[in-house]
């Protein structure tokens, strides 16, 4: 009974923001890493950006660092996506993930959303 549901996405232009959200139920929710990735048509997922349990350590693939920005707030069990100065190449559906550190150091997402549509005009 976990669900990840994802709320946010939409149309826009280039150089706009959108902050894309996930709200958790069903899981502990603060015992999990949580991860955001994407995939664009035609195109492989790819990793967008995690947060640990705390919300302490924050990793971003480069394509997005700087502007992006991932946090949490294990108290309402939400992980958000800040996006900034969106790109074209941006477009793609978002999925959150929840995951965890296995013993090989490789994180591991057991749980996913059904994705929200980001689509950006140039």
């Known amino acids: 009974q976990v669900q990840l549901v994802e709320s946010g996405g939409g149309l826009l232009q280039a150089g706009g923001s959108l902050r894309l959200s996930c709200a958790a139920s069903?899981?502990?929710?603060?015992?999990?890493?949580m991860g955001w990735f994407r995939q664009a048509p035609g195109k492989e997922r790819e990793f967008v950006a995690r947060?640990?349990?705390?919300?302490?350590?924050?990793y971003y693939a480069d394509s997005v660092k700087g502007r992006f920005t991932i946090s949490r707030d294990n108290a309402k069990k939400m992980v958000s996506l800040q996006m900034n100065g969106l790109k074209p190449e941006d477009t793609a559906i978002y999925y959150c993930?929840?995951?965890?550190?296995?013993?090989?150091?490789?994180?591991?997402?057991?749980?996913w959303g059904q994705g929200t549509q980001v689509t950006v005009s140039s």
């Open positions: 993930a929840a995951g965890r550190l296995a013993a090989n150091s490789k994180y591991e997402y057991y749980y």
């Open positions: 947060i640990s349990t705390t919300g302490l350590t924050t």
């Open positions: 069903g899981l502990t929710f603060s015992t999990y890493a």
